[in-house]
């Protein structure tokens, strides 16, 4: 099954990804997550994407096009995958289409947006392995470290209320428009993100089987 989370900065695509993925036992694959490891790691890719990330564009799409494509030709795809974050313009949708990926859901989580500003200024994230938290609504168990690898939790460069600002209006501008265009091909369903993480996922999984 190939399934496309979408929704705005903070609605919660990360956190369900990485609950259903286990339930479907298919990759959670994060564009986020791939160029924070590129920036990281100082790749061609990492160099192309790091002042947009921390001003809170988009990366170019021919960037992220190759990196995306590189990730799902990997053999643990082969029985599907969620794209968390990708794809975020209607561009990269339709590269999507030319690659001959056929979708079977695109799972918009929907969240209004003074809620997800108060999940962004709260979330932090492990240096180490990427995990994220929340203070308040998914705390790790000792403060400020990571449960699963011990490393520090730290807030992400482009969580900060201003460029969490930036990251929305970019969302309605480029990203938003995909709605009609997942609609229109008959696969777009919409989950309530309001509710707990756990009662999101049952939505969400929901959403997915029915
Ligand atoms: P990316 O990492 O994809 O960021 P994003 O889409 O802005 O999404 P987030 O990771 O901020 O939020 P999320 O929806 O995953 O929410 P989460 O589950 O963490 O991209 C970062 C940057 O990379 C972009 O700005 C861009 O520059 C670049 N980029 C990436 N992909 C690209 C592409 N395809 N094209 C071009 N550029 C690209 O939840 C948020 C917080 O809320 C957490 O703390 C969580 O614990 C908490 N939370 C989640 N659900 C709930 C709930 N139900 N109740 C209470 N708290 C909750």
């Known amino acids: ?64 096009i190759g990196i995306l494509k590189d990730r799902i030709a990997q053999d643990d795809c082969k029985n599907g995958f969620i794209l968390d974050g990708f794809p975020r313009t209607v561009e990269q949708a339709e590269a999507l289409d030319k690659m001959g990926v056929s979708i079977d859901k695109v799972i918009e989580i929907s ?32 403060e400020g470290v990571c449960d699963s690898c011990g490393a520090k939790v730290v807030q992400r460069v482009d969580d900060k209320p201003e460029t969490v600002l930036s990251r929305l209006e970019t969302y309605r501008e480029k990203t938003a428009p995909l709605k009609d265009y997942y609609q229109n091909k008959g ?24």
Request: glycine fraction near 12%; charge should be neutral; aromatic fraction near 2%.
């Open 111 to 142: 969240v209004p947006d003074q809620k997800i500003i108060s999940r962004l200024s709260g979330r932090r994230v492990c240096e180490g392995c990427g995990a994220s938290y929340h203070l308040d609504f998914k705390p790790t168990k000792v």
């Open 1 to 64: 099954m190939n399934l496309i989370f979408l929704g705005a900065p903070g609605a919660g695509k990360g956190t369900q990804a990485e609950i259903v993925c286990d339930k479907l036992g298919i990759p959670a694959i994060s564009t986020g997550n791939m160029l924070r490891e590129a920036v990281k790691n100082g790749t061609p890719a990492g160099l192309a994407a790091k002042e947009c990330m921390e001003k809170g564009d988009l990366v170019p799409d021919d960037v992220v």
């Open 187 to 210: 696969k777009l369903v919409t989950v309530n993100g309001q509710e707990e993480i756990a009662e999101t996922s049952k939505l969400t999984l929901a959403a997915i089987e029915g």
